[in-house]
């Protein structure tokens, strides 16, 4: 069975500032896909970024980016020039490639962007 | 394109009452998933329907839950005898025919809170 885990319930940042998020994970599976979703306080469930396994290029989307580290079994989601619109839970997830396949969800790490 | 829709937002119920939760997928999309998610915590999978189909539900409790997708209408999810417990946010997500991860939307939510 897949796990997600996020070590950092808990982080600030201050407006403008860089923060990196820490995600590891621990599969079998070779081929998969790994996503970053912010719940801002409306519950609803945003996309930010994901990222194929097999592809070694970390994604990037405008600021924000991840570290991808396979060996390591490693995701870490990078916020640049963060702004109080980032102040959010944000979740870790796992897919295997499978078809009919569905999420595994880290616990989340709450992020407020301090002005 | 609405999105995926869920109704109510907001659900009370005397513990061993009833819940019916709602959602209607996106347009064009036959694949629906249902994830509870308790307080603080990330999203769990529950199940996973096609059409009239059940495909996956490992992660539905044994009793009490039952969750429904008929050909017209939108998806059940269906708690007999609410307890305490059952109080959490329940969120919907659909994918198009062919499951491919980027095809997956989530919806709102339904927060159910048992008196």
């Known amino acids: 069975a897949q796990t997600v885990t996020q070590s950092q319930p808990e982080m600030s940042v201050q407006e403008a500032e860089t923060v990196t998020l820490s995600c590891t994970y621990d599969?079998?599976?070779?081929?998969?896909?790994l996503f970053w979703y912010k719940q801002p306080p409306s519950r609803q469930m945003i996309l930010v970024i994901r990222?194929?396994?097999?592809?070694?290029q970390n994604a990037t989307e405008n600021r924000f980016s991840v570290n991808f580290q396979k060996a390591a079994k490693s995701f870490s989601l990078k916020i640049s020039d963060s702004q109080l619109g980032d102040t959010a839970m944000y979740f870790c997830?796992?897919?295997?490639?499978?078809?009919?396949?569905?999420?595994?969800f880290g616990p989340g790490t709450r992020l407020s962007v301090l002005p | 394109n609405a999105g995926v829709m869920q109704n109510p937002r907001h659900l009370v119920r005397r513990r061993g009452q009833e819940a019916r939760l709602r959602c209607s997928p996106m347009?064009?999309?036959?694949?629906v998933y249902w994830y509870r998610q308790l307080p603080e915590e990330g999203l769990k999978f529950m199940v996973y329907?096609?059409?009239?189909?059940?495909?996956?539900e490992s992660g539905m409790p044994k009793e009490r839950f039952s969750a429904e997708f008929p050909k017209e209408g939108p998806s059940i999810l269906r708690i007999q005898q609410v307890v305490r417990g059952d109080s959490a946010a329940y969120f919907c997500?659909?994918?198009?025919?062919?499951?491919?991860?980027?095809?997956?939307?989530f919806g709102s939510g339904t927060r159910l809170t048992v008196v």
């Open positions: 997500a659909s994918s198009p025919p062919v499951a491919e991860y980027y095809g997956y939307t």
């Open positions: 990222q194929e396994a097999y592809k070694q």
């Open positions: 997830a796992f897919m295997t490639a499978n078809y009919g396949q569905n999420f595994v």
């Open positions: 347009k064009g999309h036959s694949h």
């Open positions: 599969t079998s599976e070779n081929n998969y896909y």
């Open positions: 329907l096609q059409k009239e189909n059940i495909i996956d």
